[in-house]
């Protein structure tokens, strides 16, 4: 058995399709970090926090919330407003919430890290994969794989997971619905 993973979770639905990998992998325990400043507006971070929560308490894990700062969010990606989709501004902003991830998991002596966001089947597993190796403890879970989105979907149902039809930054709505990046 391994030691303990934070598992950086963008909501409850992905992160509730990701546990049983996890488990399967062999991580003795799995704490749930909702580090996601990107959401906006409060109300829809709020939701996605919910359910988050209820994930953590469903299957018993702990469950850590890094600061809410949409204004660093803002100064890190905010240039990039025009950038489609999947371009430059995702980019920086799934690093800028790795970073985060491997920072709390580094000050609470969590041995490793990874994110829910590759169960997406809207973002590329490979480009986040990539990012990710840029830390030693980030461990690379490409969760879309063998149904993780299915399942996750699955789970959301029967758990009556609120589930958002955007990525969350205030870029990605209006007529970008979806995030959206070549597989």
Known sequence: MKGRILLHACCGPCAA???????????NEIVLFYSNANIQPL?????RREALRVVAERAGLPFWEDAYDPADWTAVCGDL???PEGGARCDRC??????????RAAAEGVEAFTTT????????SARILAMGAAWASFQPFDFKKGGGFARAMK?????????????????????????????
């Open 17 to 27: 399709g990701c546990l049983d990998a996890l488990k399967k992998a062999g991580w």
């Open 43 to 47: 109300a829809e971070y709020l939701k």
């Open 81 to 83: 407003s025009d950038e």
């Open 94 to 103: 799934i690093r800028l919430r790795l970073g985060r991830a491997a920072a």
């Open 117 to 124: 966001l590759t169960i997406s089947p809207h973002k590329s």
């Open 155 to 183: 789970r959301a149902r029967e758990w009556d997971l609120y589930r958002q039809n955007f990525c969350g930054c205030p870029f990605s709505q209006g007529p970008r619905r979806l995030c959206r990046s070549s597989a």
